[in-house]
Structure formats: C-alpha cells, structure tokens
Nanobody
Framework: VQLVESGGGLVQTGGSLRLSCVAS?????????????IGWFRQAPGKEREGVSA????????VYADSVTGRFTISSDNAKKTVYLQMNNLKSEDTAVYYC??????????????????WGQGIQVTVSS
C-alpha cells in the first residue's frame, strides 16, 4: 500500500502549484478506489498537522479548511487512482509539508487526522514573499 505525493516546490506569493497523490498497492478488487476518501493535510514547522481538504472518490463530496476555501480545489481521477490539490493564490502561511492520506470505507470526507488509515511520505511546499 503506497501513497506518493508530487508537485511540491518553491513558489512566490500569489503563485500556484498542483499537488498529486497516486495510490497503489491497495486491494482494488475488494475495495475499489472510488470507495475511499482521500485527504490532504499539512504540517508547518512547530505546528500540529492540520487538515486541508478531502474528497470522497465515489460521490465527489468535498470538504475544505476555512483557511484554503476559495483558493484550493481538490479533485480525483479514479481511472488514474490519483487525487489532485490545485493551490492558487498561495500565501506564506501555506508553507508546510503536505501529506495525502486514505481512509478505508465506510468513510466520509473529514479533516480529522484520526480517521485516516494510510499516509504518504509528504512533500514540501514553500511560498516565498
């Protein structure tokens, strides 16, 4: 079971990045990708990990943290087993290590860390002014 993030890096304030999270090694024949919830989380230095956004791959229900609503968009491509996080109008406070995580069914989109069963290694996003 593996979740691999990509797309991070250094960007200036006001810029954009798109993060990708590819899932592999899951028992898709038993629990199809569209039955999972995938979430994005982030952890800045000295702070606790916080939920950013989550999506239910089946019905595409989404949830966002207040701090990113209107700037970030989560989406999923079930055929590619991939979830994206489009981040626009980035701010310095968005600087963090970003993680994707998977919650086994039955599940609903949530920003609560404790619900998630599998985690990626994380990827750095740095927003410079």
């Amino acid at each position: 079971v593996q979740l691999v993030e990509s797309g991070g890096g250094l960007v200036q304030t006001g810029g954009s990045l798109r993060l990708s999270c590819v899932a592999s090694g899951f028992p898709w024949d038993v629990l199809p990708f569209d039955e999972y919830v995938i979430g994005w989380f982030r952890q800045a230095p000295g702070k606790e990990r916080e939920g950013v956004s989550a999506i239910s791959n089946g019905d595409k229900k989404v949830v966002y943290a207040d701090s990113v609503t209107g700037r970030f968009t989560i989406s999923s491509d079930n055929a590619k087993k991939t979830v994206y996080l489009q981040m626009n109008n980035l701010k310095s406070e968005d600087t963090a290590v970003y993680y994707c995580a998977a919650d086994e069914p039955p599940s609903i989109p949530t920003l609560d860390n404790d619900w998630y069963d599998y985690w990626g290694q994380g990827i750095q996003v740095t927003v410079s002014s």
